[in-house]
């Protein structure tokens, strides 16, 4: 391993930008004349407009135009588009409702978008907002997961009579039914998969810039996947063919999902560009985010484990109801359908299995994909049952896990997974020897002796990451290829670029795949540098979301340095007067086998474009190369998390005393970096667990739409972490990477929940356990009254 | 953020005569309530007096007798280093160390907090709790007639508080359980034994009215000052607040808890 290849902790090259303050986001860009955009929104939950009476607002100082949905309805502007079908057990395609940019007719959420103001300056805009006049007739607002279906009065959308989306099932009913009947056993349980706001660090913006002069329109936006958003304003939302759209996401500064989809706030701004004739500007307020990012998950679940009189799981049913929210966004619905019933199976070989999703409307921002998206949702059901059903059995938890886990590959599950490789029991038996198991007992009395109470709880998850091939998403429903790009361009030099169409938003993929061509090439990694997020330098890609950038995306970068290796071969035998099949290439070398003649990677870039030593006829000049990458499997990372509280009896307060992560990313490129993601993960996990309580009222208003009232993990909420890893090589990709941006948030809420309800002795609390829901259970638990 | 006009008086007249002659004027000390409102456009004064060119006149901390006098515009940071505070009450310079966060704590003043008397404010404990004196730019207001419900006191128009006085007490604690969220005091109790042994027991953050003194609590530690003496106390959940991050029985347990540790530390 070389000091910066394959395997080396390489020092972020990206953060001296980001910690220096001389990073390029969106909020950076300032166009020649441009003005700035204020939307209007919503104050209600659901509502018709009535009339919208925007004259005084256009009279206001600064004010350039004041637009509304019946401005793009007239410009023939659509909707904005979920581009993932699902269909209901009975055949039907959801039900999807219009989602204009700008409401036309009716608003559906708290933060719905009215009308958009632009004006010379942002207050200015803003002062203008307020001379607006709608006239609304409130309707009663649908808030409730579990009663949307139920709740009466007019529906969130006309096509939607009861507020349902779909009806998604998976899995063999009858088998799973006959396990039931013959189990030993049934541990049942009901969830709440508590919804949460991405809260990114950089808030969503976006500049819309058109180009008179060519009809061209460029957009700036707070973008994971700018192709995808310059495939939907083209395709679907009409604002221009792809050849006269480009779309740029720079620096971005966080996205957890949440940047994955394309929003109505940059939908405006490119449009209203050509329509004011001058840029246009929109930078979100943190309320905005609060109120307008997609939220994540949002479940309300009953599920049931059925185990023989040997303590095997023979059976798993589960019924989740899960909250859409007003409107379907991007990929709202493969969230709780594709990317969470295949993974209920968890580390387990349970034969039979069957889910039932039933996805509702509500007055409530619209819930997407966020860091996990799906599987933190099914970790969450089969960690929390797997451990309910251990203390029920009277069995370690530790062990009734290892049990129970898959231990032959490949592993075909009943709810379509089939896991390639892994080794569960090495993962678990590192975590339990870091974490220091056997000695729980006596920290426990310790703690007891203080008048604590102390828990520790599990977590074996598993996740499918680097979603593909695109002929199987594309069989389940997805409206694109989940594949990715990769172009290797080789400068005269020696030097090398290399264009992704993954993009980082933190994940330092301008560390990780440089390591890549550094460690390939056997150049200075110095001599590399990655391109991405720019449409018109990068020609397509799919972007960055799902753990996938490393397996699918660097996976494409090998293709094309594959490709560029065959070039270059060539290129060396013409000048080392050797036949192709004589060059030997390593370390940054090409050899010709046997003798000491050789030529070193950047000479032969020079002679690739000098030319003079080869025929144009029989070698093209230059040194570049691009691929196309379309895997064959999904990976499955796996690991196991233990955390260890302690709780405070008198207060109610949660610390979490250790923490213990022993994942299996396969092959780890940095393993500096991927610790970075594991810490990120557990953090977001763990605000999920104790911290992250989304509340709107029953009329729809969102109680938490400030940091006063949503409370994010902070660096004093956790211990130092022992992140350890396993191997089992992907068998998949290349590389034999599996992925790990999203194992953190995956494991953790499913090991707090354990370690409380451990400590607490009993079975049952909500997330997030924050400080009064644990004094709460406490007074609930009379075991633990007696103790005190 | 809305238009206002903006006025740097260089004397109390001046600054209670442009807040007088300006109907929605507001006084601004260190801004550190009073500017986020405005960035929300909650709060929309017509004019904002900033006081920071009295600074050095209304900023200090100095020990007279049996008392501490700090300067309105002292502001958090150097109350809580203050050596003089420190050796007097820590309790007072403990608190401060603990409002807000750091940035806070470098611009926002003890005479802001007071005058402002958000509920979830620490300053309002301790002041009701020693016996504090809000020395005005007209005259002299004992903490007992001082807070007048949430957000009120008994501040007249363009009223100017210039200094605080706080009596050396025996000993005194503070706790307080922070909102998870906002980290202002969800239930912040003070106890104090005062020099001439009156106990006080005052509740910050929990109260639907604001600050107030618990007196079941004071009785108890009355006949004996300890943690112990608070063991069969309980305060009652009436008039407590109740919001999504506590309920009022929560928080009158918390008082309790609050309570005995406050007590401890001051025992310490």
Known sequence: ?788 | MYAFNYHRPASLAEASAVLVANADAKFMAGGQTLLPAMKLRLANPSDLVDLVALRAELSGIRREGDRVVIGAMTRHGEIATSDVLLAAIPALAGMAAIVGDPAVRSRGTMGGSLANNDPAADYPAAALALGATIVTDRREIAADHYFLGLFETALEEGEIITAIAWPIPKRAGYEKFRNPASRYAMVGVFVAERADGAVRVTVTGAGASGVFRATDFETALTADFSSAALAGVAASPEGLNTDIHADAEYRAHLVGVMARRAVAAATA
């Open chain 1, 1 to 788: 391993m070389s000091a910066t290849g394959i395997g080396a902790p390489v020092l972020r090259r990206e953060d001296k930008r980001y910690i220096t303050g001389k990073g390029q986001y969106v909020d950076d860009v300032n166009r020649y004349g441009q003005a700035h955009a204020f939307f209007l929104r919503s104050p209600h939950a659901h509502a018709r407009i009535l009339s919208i009476d925007t004259a005084e607002a256009e009279a206001e100082p600064g004010v350039v135009a004041v637009y509304t949905g019946q401005h793009l309805a007239d410009d023939k502007v659509g909707g904005l588009i979920c581009g993932w079908m699902i269909h209901s057990k009975d055949g039907s395609p959801m039900k999807a409702g219009p989602h204009p940019a700008l409401a036309q007719g009716k608003v559906r959420y708290v933060g719905d978008h009215v009308a958009v103001v632009i004006a010379d300056t942002y207050s200015e805009a803003k002062d203008a907002a307020e001379k607006i006049v709608v006239d609304y007739e409130v309707l009663d607002a649908v808030v409730d997961t579990a009663g949307a279906r139920t709740a009466g009065g007019e529906p969130v959308h006309e096509v939607a009579p009861d507020n349902t989306v779909f009806e998604f099932h998976l899995g063999n009913r009858e088998p799973t039914e006959a396990a039931f009947a013959r189990a030993a056993h049934v541990t049942k349980i009901d969830l709440v998969n508590n919804r949460l706001i991405p809260n990114a660090m950089e808030p969503r913006a976006a500049v819309g810039d058109w180009d008179a002069g060519t009809d061209t329109f460029t957009l700036y936006t707070t973008s994971q996947n700018p192709h995808v958003a310059r495939l939907v304003l083209s395709a679907f939302i009409g604002i221009a063919p792809e050849h006269k759209l480009r779309v740029i996401a720079p620096d971005v500064g966080g996205g957890f999902g949440s940047k994955i989809f394309i929003y109505a706030e940059e939908t405006v701004c490119v449009w209203a560009a050509k329509k004011v004739g001058r840029p246009v500007k929109w930078c979100a307020e943190r309320t905005e985010a609060f109120l307008s990012d997609a939220h994540g998950r949002d479940h309300v679940t009953h599920a049931e484990l059925a185990t023989d009189a040997g303590g095997r799981v023979i059976g798993l049913k589960v019924h989740t109801v899960a909250n859409l929210g007003a409107y379907l966004s991007t990929f709202s619905s493969s969230v709780p359908t594709y990317l969470y019933a295949p993974l209920l199976s968890g580390q387990y070989d349970i034969p039979a299995i069957y889910v039932e999703v039933d996805a509702v409307y509500s007055n409530t921002a619209p819930v997407d994909a966020y860091r996990g998206a799906g599987r933190p949702e099914a970790t969450f059901v089969i960690e929390r049952l797997m451990e309910v059903a251990a203390r029920e059995l009277g069995k370690d938890p530790a062990e009734f896990r290892r049990q129970n886990f898959v231990t032959s590959f490949p592993h075909q599950t009943p709810v379509i997974m089939c896991y390639d490789v892994g080794d569960y029991a090495a993962s678990l038996d590192k975590a339990l020897a870091t974490v220091d198991y056997v000695g729980f007992p006596a920290r426990r009395a310790e703690s007891e002796r203080r008048g604590m109470l102390r828990g520790l709880g599990f977590s074996a998850y598993i996740e499918a990451c680097g979603i593909a091939p695109s002929a199987a998403v594309g069989s389940l429903g997805a409206g694109v290829g989940l594949w990715e790009s990769a172009e290797v361009r080789v400068n005269p030099v020696g030097t090398v670029e290399v264009l992704t169409g993954s993009h980082s938003h933190g994940q330092g993929h301008e560390t990780t795949f440089a390591q890549l061509v550094s460690d390939r090439l056997g150049i200075p990694i110095d001599n590399v540098s990655i391109v991405h997020g720019d449409t018109d330098k990068v020609q397509m890609g799919m972007g960055t979301y799902g753990s996938r950038s490393g397996a699918v995306g660097m996976s494409a970068i090998v293709k094309a340095l594959d490709k560029i290796e065959t070039k270059a071969r060539k290129v060396a035998g013409h000048v080392l007067e050797a036949a192709e099949g004589d060059i030997e290439f390593k370390d940054g070398k090409f050899t010709v086998k046997g003798t000491d003649k050789s030529i070193d990677f950047a000479s032969v870039a020079l002679q690739a474009y000098v030319a003079h030593k080869f025929n144009g006829q029989e070698l093209e000049p230059g040194l570049k190369e691009g691929a196309f990458y379309d895997p064959t499997n999904f990976t499955f990372p796996s690991g196991v998390h233990i955390c260890e509280v302690e709780i405070d009896p008198d207060t109610g307060v949660t610390r979490i005393e250790r923490w213990v992560a022993v994942d299996d990313f396969g092959v780890l490129i940095n393993p500096m970096i991927v610790e970075g993601q594991v810490h990120g993960g557990i953090a977001q996990g763990v605000g999920q667990a104790l911290f992250e309580g989304t509340v709107y009222d029953s009329s729809g208003q969102l109680l938490t739409a400030s940091y006063m009232d949503y409370q994010m993990p902070r660096a004093y909420d956790f211990p130092r972490f022992s992140v350890e890893t396993t191997e089992t090589r992907c068998p998949s990709n290349p590389l034999g990477i599996k992925g790990c941006g999203e194992a953190g948030a995956i494991a953790a809420p499913p090991a707090v929940i354990n370690a409380i309800t451990d400590a607490l002795g009993h079975e049952d609390i909500a997330m997030p356990a924050t400080p009064r829901a644990v004094w709460r259970a406490i007074r609930r638990t009379p075991q633990k009254m007696a103790a005190e």
